[in-house]
């Protein structure tokens, strides 16, 4: 199976200020068909989880255009340029290239 | 509205079973693979199964297989997962979510849940 290991598992931020989450996976999420399954997920507390990210980089309808995601091969990262209130919750990264499907621990955000 | 509702959950026995559905409306329900995800208290989310568009491709987490069945009917928009020889840690919430191809099989749309709870 495809181990997922985020960094941090907290990150305390202040209002207005960046975030970056970092994401590495144990094998390179390239398939076959030259596609990197690699998407970025947030749960806000009491909620289902929202995609945010999908294929490493795009940003799935309807969300600000603060997220930004990147990386190849076994390394990603999701950015928020300017931290929201609304932005709290566990953000999770998660790969669909090979199953079993696996999940990053989740990164708390929180604020300062 | 593009919406998943889970419903089936609830208080069970150990060795026990389930039958949760999820129903679909406002997409091609018929024309998109959907999974499980749950998420045990406090936990982290884990898949559990996946089913195909078309039923012809099935996978399950090595922790379900051989207890749990995926299965779907796309005449009723609703996917459903029989749980049989439940444990204790099989209690979480469980979501379903529809995955979409072009989004490379990015979870696109997730239910509200439904809780399982497996406890003498």
């Known amino acids: 199976d495809i181990v997922m290991t985020q960094t941090p598992l907290s990150s305390p931020v202040t209002l207005g200020q960046p975030a970056s989450i970092s994401c590495r996976s144990s094998q390179s999420l390239e398939h076959s068909d030259g596609n990197t399954y690699l998407s970025w997920l947030q749960q806000r507390p009491g909620q289902p989880p929202r995609l945010l990210i999908y294929k490493i980089s795009n940003r799935f309808s309807g969300v600000p255009d603060r997220f930004s995601g990147s990386g190849a091969g076994t390394d990603f990262t999701l950015k928020i340029s300017r931290v929201e209130a609304e932005d709290v919750g566990i953000y999770y990264c998660m790969q669909a290239t090979q199953i079993p499907y696996t999940f990053g621990q989740g990164t708390k955000l929180e604020i300062k | 509205e593009v919406q998943l509702v889970e419903s089936g959950g609830g208080l069970v026995k150990p060795g026990g079973s389930l039958r949760l559905s999820c129903a679909a409306s406002?997409?091609?329900?018929?024309?998109?693979?959907l999974s499980w995800v749950r998420q045990a208290p406090g936990k982290g989310l884990e898949w559990v199964s996946y089913?195909?568009?078309?039923?012809?491709?099935?996978y399950y987490a090595d922790s379900v297989k051989g207890r749990f069945t995926i299965s779907r009917d796309n005449a009723q928009k609703s996917v459903y997962l029989q749980m049989n020889s439940l444990r204790a840690e099989d209690t979480a919430v469980y979501y379903c979510?529809?995955?979409?191809?072009?989004?490379?099989?990015?979870?696109?749309?997730w239910g509200q849940g439904t809780m399982v709870t497996v406890s003498s």
């Open positions: 089913i195909s568009s078309g039923s012809s491709y099935i």
């Open positions: 979510a529809s995955e979409d191809l072009e989004k490379g099989n990015a979870f696109d749309i």
């Open positions: 406002g997409f091609t329900f018929s024309s998109y693979s």
